[in-house]
């Protein structure tokens, strides 16, 4: 799956953009989100507080409790500020 | 009812002229434009980036078109969001809504800039002056001001 970070989550993660394989027990975003947390302080950090953040599955919005099987792409953003 | 995205800036006139002509069905058209405010005061420099996420981006502004067109009876729409650095006073966004008659033409572009300011995936950062910048935190107020539209079926201004 494609997991994408923006705004301050790119920043923090030093990551934009990166393909991963769905981690074993891994059902949902949030099952993700503890994973992800688990790869380094920079990661843990970032993903801290999931009331910051806002999730994207597949370019739609979506909660931690969404679903993943595997082949999605997963956006995690903080809060819009365009207009 | 179209959308784009781009680093560009764009102009008001022409776009309306564009998006209206030859429709003889449109009596009225409202537009809103937002604008880079600068928010530094003694700071100097106080523009911006815009990040967005390309892809979902087009893809919400189509959606939110969709529904101020199924919402208003507009003969025409058009949102154009700019992304890229910014210096105050730049153009950022421009929302255009026509119709027949000018309730929901106003509604339509009150509505898209609304919705758009809370469902586009856009951030802003901006430079603070030494050198650094800060991403702009999203305001309680904008997730007002779209919840006010979510009751709203528009039905009123289309009869």
Request: hydrophobic share 45%; proline share 4%.
């Amino acid at each position: 799956m494609k997991v994408l970070y923006f705004a301050w989550l790119r920043q923090r993660t030093g990551i934009g953009e990166e393909d991963i394989s769905l981690p074993e027990g891994v059902q949902d975003v949030a099952g993700l989100i503890e994973w992800l947390k688990g790869r380094g302080p920079e990661f843990a950090e970032a993903l801290a507080d999931t009331s910051a953040i806002r999730i994207a599955v597949n370019q739609e919005f979506a909660t931690l409790d969404t679903s993943l099987g595997g082949d999605e792409e997963v956006a995690l953003f903080p809060p819009m500020t365009g207009g | 009812m179209s959308v784009r995205v781009q680093r560009e800036d764009f102009d008001v006139g022409a776009e309306i002229a564009a998006l209206t002509q030859g429709n003889m069905q449109i009596g009225g058209i409202t537009s809103f434009v937002g604008l880079v405010r600068d928010m530094g005061g003694n700071t100097g420099s106080a523009a911006m980036t815009l990040e967005h996420y390309p892809g979902m981006t087009e893809k919400m502004l189509a959606t939110i078109d969709a529904e101020a067109n199924a919402r208003w009876p507009l003969e025409a729409s058009l949102i154009v969001h700019r992304y890229g650095r910014l210096e105050p006073g730049d153009q950022i966004v421009l929302v255009i809504a026509a119709s027949p008659h000018r309730a929901a033409a106003f509604e339509a572009c009150h509505f898209l800039i609304d919705w758009l300011k809370t469902k586009a995936p856009f951030w802003k950062l901006e430079e603070t002056g030494d050198g650094d910048a800060r991403w702009v935190e999203a305001r309680g107020s904008d997730d007002a001001a779209a919840a006010r539209w979510s009751a709203n079926t528009g039905k009123e201004a289309a009869e």
